[in-house]
């Protein structure tokens, strides 16, 4: 099961100018708050619900 995230802005030409001559760039506000919200949530659960076999 997947949720569907789309990216609320695009790169621009400058941030692609720097990952490939980086290989990684730091990109700010590119996901949907309820989405990051959402994953956050998920990893808090599962945090708090982890068991001796994981």
């Known amino acids: 099961?997947?949720?569907?995230a789309f990216p609320?802005?695009?790169?621009?030409a400058e941030e692609l100018k720097?990952?490939?001559e980086d290989g990684v760039i730091m990109v700010?506000?590119?996901?949907?708050?309820?989405?990051?919200e959402m994953?956050?949530?998920?990893?808090e659960?599962?945090?708090h619900a982890q068991?001796?076999?994981g």
């Open 8 to 12: 609320t802005r695009q790169l621009t």
């Open 1 to 4: 099961m997947g949720f569907p």
């Open 45 to 47: 659960e599962a945090r």
């Open 28 to 36: 700010t506000g590119a996901l949907d708050k309820n989405w990051v």
């Open 39 to 43: 994953v956050e949530q998920g990893v």
């Open 18 to 20: 720097r990952y490939d």
């Open 51 to 53: 068991s001796v076999t």
